[in-house]
């Protein structure tokens, strides 16, 4: 009923800079939080960043003064800026929304995007 297709991944050098978009389809009927996440072989999937619809932002301390999150709420989309990024950095990046679908006004699903790759390294 709703899905993310998150772009912008890649391959940048230590001190680079990355910009992930992530747009938001399907029988939405409003969203909530949106947000991404990162996962690094051999270890969980952590948070990034978190935006409301009200734009109030949550950051993982790692990234914070860094990375950048915002939204587009009449585009159903999220972007994360990635400035001054570290080789710690490296991971498969997901993006995250919690959605009110039209066919169910009453219960809050959380979509998930299929990951996109950025490795940082010289």
């Known amino acids: 009923q709703v899905h993310l297709v998150e772009s912008g991944g890649g391959l940048v050098q230590p001190g680079g800079s990355l910009r992930l978009s992530c747009a938001a389809s399907g029988s939405i009927f409003t969203i909530y939080a949106m947000g991404w996440y990162r996962q690094a072989p051999g270890k969980e999937r952590e948070l990034v960043a978190t935006i409301t619809s009200s734009r109030n932002t949550n950051y993982a301390d790692s990234v914070k003064g860094r990375f950048t999150i915002s939204r587009d709420n009449a585009k159903n989309t999220v972007y994360l800026e990635m400035n001054s990024l570290k080789p710690e950095d490296t991971a498969v990046y997901y993006c995250?929304?919690?959605?009110?679908?039209?066919?169910?006004?009453?219960?809050?699903?959380?979509?998930w995007g299929q990951g996109t790759q950025v490795t940082v390294s010289s």
């Open positions: 995250n929304a919690r959605v009110v679908v039209t066919t169910n006004r009453y219960q809050i699903g959380d979509y």
